[in-house]
């Protein structure tokens, strides 16, 4: 097991190169850069500058052909000190490698528009991703698998009927929909105001008890979580419930009955640890996605501060050190992830040998 980990560890390396390679790639072919972005807001703005362009009207003078640079274009030595200060002085490679090796020191650079360090800003918006990701996923997983089970159980019968229909329909509603439908009922849009609208926490939360912050974040967090979970329970319901059919047909089930075993006891003894194993291997792509850039929409209707903002912001406004810090390191927790998916497969069932497959 331990070679295995060590080549999945080193296997880490070039893909998450690939990865870098291919976003810093595309990256060049988008228009709209952080200069050109700096041009376009300050051509026109009169006499910004004046000093830099040697026109000597003074603010609010006559327009004398000197004094407003927005007509004239800005000066090429403002421009060139731009490229200078973005790094966009040097060859295209010349920029990767220095990306790369600041990033293999963990040196994730500073944002060209906050003026604070990405790993500064990253740590400042996580608390309200994890909170989505964390709970979204475990909900999602409390709720669906007992579900699932019991569907498989019961399959066929019209409980089976009607809860596929529900989470069906729960399935078909995106989840900025399901956020506003709960935000006109819940969140005093047209009905009740039971919930709060935005923010994690209340603006009296360091003055309250322990508990009172407990309880303060957990209504906080009441709807977005909802809003986040709603589609991730059709997948996982009848992802369980199709794992735990395949598996009851099987002649191990069979030949368990026949032995005099209870039906929770082969179900839960026997069947359990070999239908979770595709259900855990969809753990990983739920809690990144969630955790990482499914919550957007959702952040943005409950005006929370999160990863999904941050990116999205990022890349509008073109800055590069948060698009690709976080893009590095987003995509290395995803791969680390996906090991750890691996171990908890040989955890839930020791039969599983991976050394095998090399």
Do not use: C
């Not at 026109?55 to 200078?84: K, T």
């Not at 964390?134 to 569907?151: E, F, H, N, Q």
């Not at 019968?157 to 509603?173: C, K, L, R």
């Not at 395949?246 to 359990?272: P, R």
């Amino acid at each position: 097991m331990g070679a295995y980990i060590l080549r999945r560890l080193l296997l880490v390396i070039p893909t998450l190169i690939g990865i870098m390679i291919i976003n810093f790639a595309l990256i060049q072919f988008v228009p709209g850069g952080p200069i050109e972005q700096i041009i376009a807001q300050l051509e026109g703005q009169g006499d910004v500058f004046e000093g830099i362009s040697g026109g000597g009207s003074e603010i609010g003078g006559a327009n004398d052909g000197n004094g407003y640079v927005g007509g004239q274009g800005l000066p090429p030595e403002f421009i060139a000190e731009l490229e200078r200060e973005f790094g966009f002085d040097k060859p295209p490679l010349e920029r990767f490698l220095n990306m790369m090796w600041n990033y293999v020191r963990l040196d994730f650079g500073e944002s060209w528009f906050r003026k604070i360090s990405v790993f500064g800003l990253v740590m400042e918006k996580m608390p309200v991703s994890i909170t989505l990701g964390l709970w979204s996923t475990l909900i999602a997983y409390m709720v669906s698998i007992p579900l699932g089970i019991k569907k498989a159980v019961r399959d066929g019968t019209p409980f089976d009927t009607w809860t596929s229909g529900a989470i069906i329909v729960g399935y078909a509603i995106p989840g900025f929909l399901f956020a506003i439908l709960l935000i006109v009922v819940f969140a005093g849009g047209s009905y009740w105001r039971l919930f709060p609208l935005r923010g994690l926490t209340s603006a009296n939360f360091e003055d309250l008890s322990l508990i009172g912050k407990v309880l303060d974040y957990l209504w906080h967090i009441t709807l977005p979580v909802l809003a986040s979970t709603i589609s991730a329970f059709a997948t996982l319901t009848l992802l369980t419930k199709n794992s735990f059919l395949d598996e009851i047909k099987k002649q191990y089930v069979i030949t368990a009955k026949a032995k005099g075993l209870s039906e929770k006891a082969v179900l839960y003894g026997h069947v359990f640890r070999n239908a979770m194993l595709i259900v855990i291997s969809g753990f990983p792509a739920l809690f990144i996605g969630v955790f990482f850039g499914g919550s957007l929409i959702i952040e943005t209707l409950f005006s929370l501060d999160g990863l999904g903002r941050l990116g999205f912001e990022a890349a509008v406004a073109r800055d590069y050190p948060v698009v690709f810090g976080t893009l590095f390191a987003f995509s290395l927790i995803g791969l680390v992830v996906g090991i750890l998916t691996d171990l908890t497969y040989v955890f839930i069932d020791p039969r599983i040998d991976f050394e095998a497959r090399g």
